[in-house]
Nanobody, 122 residues
Framework: QVQLVESGGGLVQAGGSLRLSCAASGLSFGSYFMGWFRQVPGNERDFVAAISRSSSTFYADSVKGRFTISRDNDKDTLFLQMNNLKPEDTAVYYC????????????????WGQGTQVTVSS
C-alpha cells in the first residue's frame, strides 16, 4: 500500500523552529519528485517547497531563506526544516509525491499524506 505519513507538527512560538518528516512506504521513494504544501481552512492548498530526484530544491517566496527541504532516499523520508516561524505559517502541512516534475503545481502530485498541523503563536 502506497502511503505518506507526516509527523513533527505542533505548537511553537513565533521565531521558533520545527522539523517536519514524511515517511514513505509502498513506492520507490528515490524515483519520485517530492513536495510540501500547506492549507488553511477555507483556502486553497499552497505550495511551500519541493525537491527533485537529484535534490534540486524549489521554494515559495514566502518561505525562502527560512525553510529547508531535504530528502533521505536510504530512509525513504522527506524533511522540512522550518526556522524563524511566523504566525502566518500556521496551517496543515502536507507532503506529496509525483512521478513527474510538477514543482509547485499541486495537480501534478498523485500521492498525498494526511497532513500535520503547525500552529505558530505570536
Amino acid at each position: 500500500q502506497v502511503q505518506l505519513v507526516e509527523s513533527g507538527g505542533g505548537l511553537v512560538q513565533a521565531g521558533g523552529s520545527l522539523r517536519l518528516s514524511c515517511a514513505a512506504s509502498g513506492l520507490s521513494f528515490g524515483s519520485y519528485f517530492m513536495g510540501w504544501f500547506r492549507q488553511v481552512p477555507g483556502n486553497e492548498r499552497d505550495f511551500v517547497a519541493a525537491i527533485s530526484r537529484s535534490s534540486s530544491t524549489f521554494y515559495a517566496d514566502s518561505v525562502k531563506g527560512r525553510f529547508t527541504i531535504s530528502r533521505d532516499n536510504d530512509k525513504d523520508t522527506l524533511f522540512l526544516q522550518m526556522n524563524n516561524l511566523k504566525p502566518e505559517d500556521t496551517a496543515v502541512y502536507y507532503c506529496a509525491a509525483s512521478p513527474q516534475y510538477p514543482i509547485g503545481r499541486s495537480s501534478g502530485y498523485s500521492i498525498w499524506g494526511q497532513g500535520t498541523q503547525v500552529t505558530v503563536s505570536s
